[in-house]
């Protein structure tokens, strides 16, 4: 039975930093992910990793804020989020694809998804 658990949200003030964890059990994935979820939005894409590491992806919104990566010997991604802003607070959720080839940022290709975990962000 697939499971991804995800861990490590809370309340940052804008300017801080949070590390999000993701423990995967049941299987390993070619592609891991984050997506985010705030109050009146769709669920949107927020990084990607392949299974090597060697290739990610990332929004735009987050590019040289965030960095993903993961550890396959625990099965294991991480998000790591520094100069955190106040349009960051959402639901992060962890996203598990068999997706091989471009790390995709594309909701439907990823099969399983965590609980979720909150982020939140004062000004």
Not at 17 to 43: I, V, Y
Not at 57 to 63: L, Q
């Amino acid at each position: 039975q697939v499971q991804l658990v995800e861990s490590g949200g809370g309340l940052v003030q804008a300017g801080g930093s949070l590390r999000l964890s993701c423990a995967a059990s049941g299987r390993t994935f070619s592609t891991m992910g984050w997506f985010r979820q705030a109050p009146g939005k769709e669920r949107e894409f927020v990084a990607g990793i392949n299974w090597s590491g060697g290739s990610t992806n990332y929004a735009d919104s987050v590019k040289g804020r965030f960095s993903i990566s993961r550890d396959n010997a625990k099965n294991m991604v991480y998000l790591q989020m520094n100069s955190l802003k106040p349009e960051d607070t959402a639901v992060y959720y962890c996203g598990a694809s068999a997706w091989r080839g471009i790390v995709s940022m594309t909701r439907t290709h990823y099969d399983y998804w965590g609980q979720g975990t909150q982020v939140t962000v004062s000004s």
